[in-house]
């Protein structure tokens, strides 16, 4: 999900909202009757899940009523509890008081993330592309995860992993993968065992196995895990508690080799849950201290008492499947490729060779695949710009070359777009625009150029 840096001023402007905000039972009449608007009964989702955590905070000092919500629902952009929503947004009649709506979707609402509207943090959701057949309910356990998150960038800016490092993190190696997946295996069978005797002997394999392979793997890649297990890993949590769930829900081939990202929701929310049953007051500690990380703690509240061994035939598996989808994952990314470059369709190509490189201003970080080297497929949301312009890519696919040897943090030197319907192309006063669905392109001192069914735009130097 992309992150926008949130100032710490935030927290300050939130903190006002929460008393303009009506209570569930104010308002909970309008709300049934504007249930048929998705948007609406999301929120008064939320606001059922922040009165029944009334007595047991999802999270020391959180409260997501707090935190102002916007929604698109596919033809609207819905604005809750927003201390002075930016012109453009209006009243929605017989709404309850604090419910506005933007005809169309909001600039600021790429994805289940948070944004600044109108200079205050703000989650945001997309209702619009949810999963058939998902509760409202569980929508809502969405929007207080993005809630959450802005909450932690206002109080603990620095629970985040540095999203440079995952472009270069070593999915390729087998033999971390092997045991990355074993001390996975390790968490699930802790969380599953009723017993704390059985839960923290596994949980010591787990933490055994991940000191194993930190001990093998630059710092940098650890630090990427544990400050993604605190940033995705206890929003994860706290989405699970707005909802009463326990369990964390584990692929059954575990992850991919290079869904390291992904894994951390669920390996973050293992160790809070674990957390929760070994040190319960483990999140005020933190609160109090966010120095900490979620396995070091979990470490010190298990004590070095004996740890559970794995049959030597799971080993063996482990190790054995490891290396079939290392070799699995290098393939995939040659096809991933090869269908890129045959999508059919108009194409455009923007080329910074020899001019400033184009600068990442915005990606998702759930929806990017390495495809060789210095090159990365975008599948939903890309922002790139420089002095001379900008290009934005949503619910397209995009390809960059990195113009060093980062694939994208220092500057990408060529972006490509495929399968897109006939752009419209504009130039004048010396600036060039293309426009198409999923793509909004502007630069100024650019050439372009059109042949057949590809469009090349070159930044000149």
């Known amino acids: 999900m992309k992150r926008r840096s949130l100032p710490l001023i935030a927290g300050i402007l939130l903190a006002t909202c929460v008393s303009a905000a009506p209570s569930v039972a104010e308002d909970a009449k309008e ?6 608007n998705p948007a609406v009964a999301v929120e008064h989702e939320v606001r059922l899940a922040a009165a029944n955590a009334a007595e047991e905070a999802l999270w020391p000092g959180f409260d997501p009523l707090v935190v102002p919500l916007a929604v698109f629902d596919g033809a ?25 709506s933007w005809e169309g979707r909001h600039e600021a609402v790429t994805a289940n993330t948070n944004s600044e509207i109108g200079g205050v943090a703000t989650a945001t959701l997309m209702v619009d592309r949810a999963e058939p057949g998902r509760s409202f309910r569980n929508l809502a356990a969405v929007a207080i995860h993005e809630a959450f998150h802005v909450y932690q960038r206002a109080h603990h800016p620095d629970w985040i992993g540095n999203e440079v490092d995952l472009f270069v993190y070593p999915t390729d190696a087998a ?3 092997a045991l990355r997946r074993l001390e996975t295996e390790a968490l699930r069978r802790a969380l599953a065992v009723d017993d704390e005797v059985g839960a923290a002997c596994w949980a010591r394999r787990a933490l055994a196995l991940r000191a194993e392979r930190y ?14 297990e605190l940033n995705e890993g206890l929003a994860t949590y706290v989405e699970m508690r707005a909802v009463g769930r326990r369990a964390v829900d584990w692929p059954e081939a575990e992850f991919g080799p290079a869904e390291v990202r992904r894994r951390a929701y669920s390996t973050g929310a293992a160790l809070a849950l674990l957390l929760d049953r070994f040190q319960p007051d483990w999140s005020a500690a933190f609160e109090a201290d966010d120095h900490q990380t979620l396995d070091e703690a979990l470490t010190t509240a298990l004590g070095m008492e004996s740890a559970c061994t794995f049959d030597s035939d799971v080993v063996a598996g482990a190790e054995q499947k490891a290396s079939l989808d290392v070799a699995e994952l290098a393939g995939e990314r040659e096809r991933r490729l090869a269908a890129f470059e045959e999508k059919p369709g108009w194409r455009v190509v923007v080329e910074a060779d020899g001019s400033e490189p184009l600068w990442p201003q915005g990606f998702d970080p759930l929806n990017v695949e390495r495809a060789g080297a210095g090159r990365v497929v975008h599948t939903r949301y890309l922002q790139l710009g420089n002095a001379a312009g900008q290009l934005e890519v949503l619910n397209a696919e995009a390809l960059t070359d990195g113009a060093g040897p980062h694939p994208l943090f220092q500057g990408v030197r060529r972006v490509e777009l495929t399968g897109l319907v006939e752009p419209e192309v504009s130039e004048a006063e010396g600036k060039v625009s293309v426009r198409a669905p999923g793509l909004t392109l502007e630069f100024t001192g650019a050439s372009v150029t059109r042949t057949g069914e590809m469009i090349a735009v070159r930044l000149d130097s």
Do not use: N
């Open 76 to 100: 609207k952009t819905f604005l809750f509890r927003h201390p002075a929503p930016p012109s453009g947004f209006t009243p929605v009649a017989g709404a309850s008081p604090g419910t506005w």
């Open 31 to 36: 709300l049934r009757e504007s249930d048929e």
């Open 215 to 228: 001990a093998q793997m630059d710092s940098a890649f650890a630090a990427y895990e544990r400050g993604t």
């Open 175 to 177: 033999d971390l993968l």
